[in-house]
C-alpha cells in the first residue's frame, strides 16, 4: 500500500480519485448517416461508453432509432442480450445505456450487458424528457419518483441533498456512489463521502439509478447503490438553447448552452445561473436565499474518423460556486405550527460559500466492429474549497436540547437569546459562530475495458476496469462569541477558537469485472469488485495520526429468466461495501444484500415487483454536524454492529398514444423496514443508545410517487404527487407517536408547455398546490420546512 501512495505522489497535483467514465462514441462517419427525421446522432453520448441517449423531447410520434445503436433483431428473444445492439463495446462500468429505439430510456437501458427490462437486478432511468417536463432544480424531488430512493429534505430547495436507497443513512448522501457523467463529483468519495456539492440538476439530461448486483462496479459505496447524473453532450450540426425562468421568493434562472460538431471535432460550451431570495422570513428582512453558477465545456477530436481503429481524445472541464444565507437553525415544535417560514435572528450570519473546478481528459481506443473491443482511459480532478459560517452552539448549552423543551427553567433563557427577545447575559448565552473551512481534492488515472465475445450458444458482454484514486480533505474549524443585544449579533470581542485541524487522504486501487452471459431467454451476470485502501490521519490540533489499510472483495452475481416474451424473473446477491475514514477504526461497513423479482411488458406497459434484504454484519454511521453532530464527534465513525432492512419496491408505467396524444402514466411505491439487532451506544444523536431490535430512523415505512401527462407536440400539461409516511429521528421502538418524528407528507405539483412555434416552449410549474408545511426535519437544530406554494414561469428558445 505504501507503494501505491508513492505512485499517486508520482502524479500532478494530488491524485485523489473517482470511477471516471469519459464520453465515448464516435461520430457518425458522415452527415448522410442521419434519418432527418430527428437531429444527428450525437458525436458525445451522454456517459462514457455508452451510445448516446434518445432526445426525450422530441415528438412521441417520432422515435426514430439513433444511428449509434442498431435496433435490436427482429423476433429476438426478450430474454436474450443481443449483442449487436444491446451491448455497449464499452469499457465502463455497465452503465444505463439507452438505444434510441423508444424514448422511454427506463425500459431501454444496457445495464452489464442486458436491457434494463431482460436485466438480473434494478436498474431505472429518469430521462430527458421527464426531467423537463417539471424543470425541478431539486435533486431529491427527481430520484423520489424512482422506487428504492428516498430523501431527507433540509433546507427546502435541495441545495445539499439527503439521499438513500434501499435503507441507507441518507444523510448527505454518504452511502450512495454519485457519479456525473462516470466520474464520481463527491468532495472526497473515500475521505469524507459527504456530498456537501451537488450538480446543478438543470443542466442534466438523464439520471440514472443502478443497484443490486450491478452496484459493485461503482464503488466505492455498494450497499445502496449507485447515481449517476448525465450531461449535455455536443451534437453532430450546430445546436443551441436559452432557457430563462422566473418566479416567486425571487426565483431566477439563466440556463444556456451551444454546440458545434463535425465527424472530427466538436466544442459544447454551457451555462447556469440559479438563485432565489429565500422563503425563510429574518426580522430583519435579509436574503435568506442563494445564487449559484456553474459552466461546463467539452471538447473531442477523433484522429481518423474512417480508420477501422478509432482514436478519440475528450476533455470535460467546469466551474461551480455558490453563495447561499443557509442555516442549520430550525424552530421549536411550538413556533413551527405558528409560523414555519421564521427564521430566528441568532442565524443572521449563517452563510456558506464555495468554489469547484473539474477537468476529465480521456483517450478511447474503439476497435472495428467485429472485434466489439473498447478501451477507454481517463485522468481527472475536482477541487473544492468551501467556507460556512454559521450558528454552531452556546457556549453553555446545546441548541437542540433548548429547542427540543424552551419553556423548561434551564432552557427559557437561551430560548429568549434565539429569538432576539432577550440580549446575552451570562457568558453561558454567548453565541458560538464560527466558518466550518474546508478543501477538498479527488482525482485519479483509471482505464476501462469491454469486450462482447461469442462461445459457441453462449453471448458474453464483458466489463472490467483498473482505478487509481486518491482524494483528500483538510479542515480548519473556528468559532468567536457573539452577543445577541436588541435582536442583533455582535462581537464578543474574545479570542477566536480553534476547534479542529486536521487531514485525511486514502490512496485506493479498485478493480472490478463482469461478464453477462446469455443463453437463449437466460442471462446470467458473475462479478467481482476489488477495494484496496491505504489511509492517512493527521490531526495536527492535538498532535495525533495514524495510518491504516483496509482490503476488500466484492463479489456478486444476478440471473434474468424470460419465462415468455412478456414475463421474467430475476434474483441476485452480491456484498455491499462503504470504506471506513481514515480517522476511523479501519472497520468498513458490511453486507450481503439479497433480491428477487418479476418483470412484465405488454406493448406501452411496464411492470416491475422486486424484493430485497440487506442483511448488514457491521452498519457503520459517520458522524456530521447536518446529523447533529458537534465538537469532537464531528467526522467521527460509529459502529452498529448486525442490522437488516428489507422491503419491496413496485413499478408501473403506461404511455398509450391517442391519434396526437400521448398520456404517460407512471406509479412507484416503496416499503421499506430497517432494525438493529444488536444493542450499542453511539454519540450519534440519530442513534444514541441502541437496543435490539430498535428501528432504523429516517426511513419511510410507505413512499409513493404518481406522474400523469396528457401531451402533444404543441401543448401539453402534467401533475405529480409524492407521499412519504413519518420517519423516525432516532431509533426507537416505541410508537411513532410517542417519539421525535417527521410529518406525514404529501404534495402535489402541477405544470403545463405550450410551444406557440417550433423553436419557441412557454412553460408554468406550480409546486406545492396545496402549500401544506412539514417537519421535514429536526437536524441538527430543531424543525424546519419544505418549501411552500411556488409559482415558476419560463420561456426555452432552441436552434
Known amino acids: 500500500m505504501e507503494l501505491l501512495a508513492l505512485l499517486f505522489t508520482s502524479l500532478p497535483g494530488t491524485v485523489r480519485a473517482q470511477t471516471a467514465q469519459p464520453p465515448a462514441d464516435a461520430p457518425p462517419a458522415t452527415a448522410d448517416a442521419v434519418p432527418e427525421a430527428q437531429p444527428a446522432a450525437p458525436t458525445e453520448p451522454a456517459a462514457p461508453a455508452e451510445p448516446a441517449a434518445p432526445d426525450e423531447s422530441a415528438a412521441p410520434s417520432d422515435p426514430a432509432p439513433a444511428p449509434s445503436e ?36 427506463d425500459i431501454e437501458v444496457v445495464v452489464a450487458g442486458s436491457r434494463i427490462q431482460h436485466l438480473a437486478g434494478s436498474a431505472h432511468v429518469i430521462g430527458q424528457r421527464q426531467l423537463e417536463r417539471f424543470e425541478y432544480d431539486d435533486a431529491q424531488t427527481i430520484l423520489q419518483q424512482v422506487p428504492g430512493v428516498y430523501v431527507r429534505q433540509e433546507d427546502g430547495v435541495g ?43 438543470t443542466r442534466m439530461t438523464q439520471v440514472r439509478v443502478i443497484k443490486g448486483p450491478g452496484a459493485i462496479a461503482y464503488g466505492p459505496q455498494t450497499v445502496g447503490g449507485a ?16 432557457d430563462l425562468g422566473l418566479g416567486m421568493y425571487g426565483y431566477n434562472k ?17 451555462g447556469v445561473r440559479l438563485g432565489e431570495s429565500g422563503f425563510k422570513q429574518l426580522p430583519s428582512g435579509a436574503d435568506t436565499g442563494f445564487t449559484r453558477n456553474e459552466w461546463m465545456g467539452k ?27 443557509e442555516t442549520y437553525l430550525g424552530l421549536s415544535d411550538d413556533d413551527f405550527r405558528e409560523q414555519p417560514l421564521r427564521r430566528y435572528p441568532a442565524s443572521a450570519l449563517d452563510r456558506m460559500e464555495n468554489h469547484r473546478t473539474s477537468f476529465v481528459l480521456s483517450h478511447v481506443l474503439q476497435g472495428d466492429p467485429n472485434s466489439k473491443l473498447k478501451l477507454t482511459t481517463s485522468y481527472y480532478r475536482n477541487d473544492l474549497s468551501r467556507t460556512w459560517r454559521k450558528l454552531n452552539s452556546f457556549r453553555g448549552a446545546a441548541i437542540a436540547d433548548v429547542l427540543a423543551d424552551p419553556e423548561s427553567p434551564a432552557n427559557a433563557g437561551y430560548y429568549s437569546v434565539l429569538t432576539g427577545e432577550a440580549d446575552s447575559a451570562t457568558p453561558g448565552e454567548t453565541l458560538m459562530i464560527g466558518p466550518n473551512q474546508r478543501v477538498f481534492v479527488s482525482q485519479g488515472l483509471q482505464t476501462l475495458f469491454g469486450w462482447a465475445p461469442h462461445t459457441g450458444p453462449l453471448d458474453h458482454v464483458i466489463d472490467a476496469g483498473l482505478r487509481f484514486h486518491n482524494d483528500s480533505i483538510a479542515r480548519r474549524h473556528s468559532q468567536d462569541g457573539f452577543l445577541m443585544v436588541d435582536g442583533e449579533l455582535f462581537p464578543e470581542g474574545t479570542p477566536t477558537e480553534l476547534t479542529a485541524v486536521n487531514v485525511e487522504e486514502t490512496y485506493a486501487l479498485a478493480a472490478y469485472a463482469s461478464d453477462a452471459i446469455t443463453w437463449g431467454p437466460v442471462t446470467v451476470t458473475p462479478g467481482l469488485r476489488i477495494e484496496a485502501l491505504h489511509q492517512i490521519f493527521d490531526d495536527q490540533l492535538n498532535d495525533e495520526g495514524k495510518t491504516q489499510d483496509v482490503v476488500a472483495l466484492l463479489p456478486g452475481a444476478g440471473a434474468f429468466w424470460a419465462i415468455t416474451d412478456k414475463v421474467g424473473v430475476l434474483a441476485g446477491a452480491h456484498r455491499g461495501f462503504s470504506p471506513p475514514l481514515p480517522s476511523a477504526d479501519p472497520d468498513p461497513e458490511s453486507s450481503i444484500n439479497y433480491e428477487t423479482g418479476a418483470r412484465t411488458q405488454f406493448g406501452p406497459f411496464r411492470g416491475e415487483l422486486i424484493g430485497y434484504y440487506n ?40 404511455e398509450p398514444r391517442v391519434k396526437d ?6 406509479l412507484a411505491y416503496t416499503l421499506s423496514q430497517g432494525e438493529f439487532l444488536t444493542d450499542f451506544e453511539s454519540d450519534d444523536p440519530i442513534f444514541g443508545n441502541v437496543q435490539a431490535f430498535d428501528q432504523m430512523p429516517y426511513l419511510p415505512t410507505h413512499q409513493a410517487n404518481m406522474m400523469l401527462a396528457a401531451e402533444t407536440s404543441t401543448f401539453g400539461f ?10 423516525r429521528e432516532e431509533a426507537g421502538s416505541e410508537a411513532l407517536d410517542e417519539s421525535m418524528h417527521t410529518d406525514e407528507q404529501l404534495w402535489l405539483d402541477v405544470g403545463g408547455y405550450v410551444r406557440p412555434l417550433k423553436w419557441l416552449e412557454i412553460y408554468a410549474n406550480l409546486r406545492n398546490v396545496t402549500n401544506e408545511l412539514y417537519i421535514v426535519s429536526r437536524r441538527p437544530y430543531g424543525a424546519r420546512p419544505n418549501a411552500p406554494r411556488w409559482m415558476q414561469i419560463g420561456v426555452k428558445a432552441k436552434f
Open 159 to 201: 441545495l445539499r441533498p439527503n439521499i438513500g436507497i434501499r435503507g441507507v443513512n441518507p444523510d448527505r448522501s454518504k452511502k450512495l456512489t454519485l457519479m456525473e457523467d462516470g466520474v464520481l463529483f463527491g468532495p472526497a468519495p473515500y475521505s469524507a463521502p459527504a456530498a456537501y456539492y451537488f450538480p446543478l440538476m
Open 718 to 727: 402534467n401533475m405529480a404527487a409524492t407521499y412519504v409516511s413519518p420517519m
Open 70 to 105: 442498431p435496433a435490436p433483431a427482429e423476433g429476438s428473444e426478450p430474454g436474450a442480450v443481443d449483442a449487436e445492439a444491446a451491448a455497449p463495446v464499452a469499457s465502463e462500468p455497465p452503465a444505463a445505456e439507452a438505444s434510441g429505439e423508444d424514448e422511454d430510456e
Open 661 to 666: 396524444w400521448t398520456f404517460p402514466l407512471s
Open 615 to 654: 442483511d448488514y454484519q457491521n452498519l457503520t454511521d459517520i458522524c456530521t454536524f447536518a446529523s447533529g453532530c458537534a465538537g469532537d464527534q464531528e467526522g467521527q465513525q460509529f459502529s452498529a454492529g448486525a442490522a437488516r432492512i428489507y422491503g419491496f419496491e413496485a413499478l408501473a408505467k403506461y
Open 227 to 242: 447515481v449517476e447524473l448525465i450531461t449535455r453532450g455536443a451534437d453532430y450540426g450546430t445546436h443551441g438553447s436559452l
Open 299 to 325: 471538447a473531442f477530436f477523433v484522429l481518423d474518423p474512417t480508420a477501422l481503429v478509432q482514436n478519440r481524445f475528450e476533455l470535460k472541464v467546469g466551474y461551480s460556486d455558490e453563495g447561499s444565507n
Open 254 to 270: 439563466v440556463h444556456g448552452y451551444f454546440s458545434h460538431a463535425d465527424d472530427r471535432a466538436g466544442l459544447l460550451v454551457e
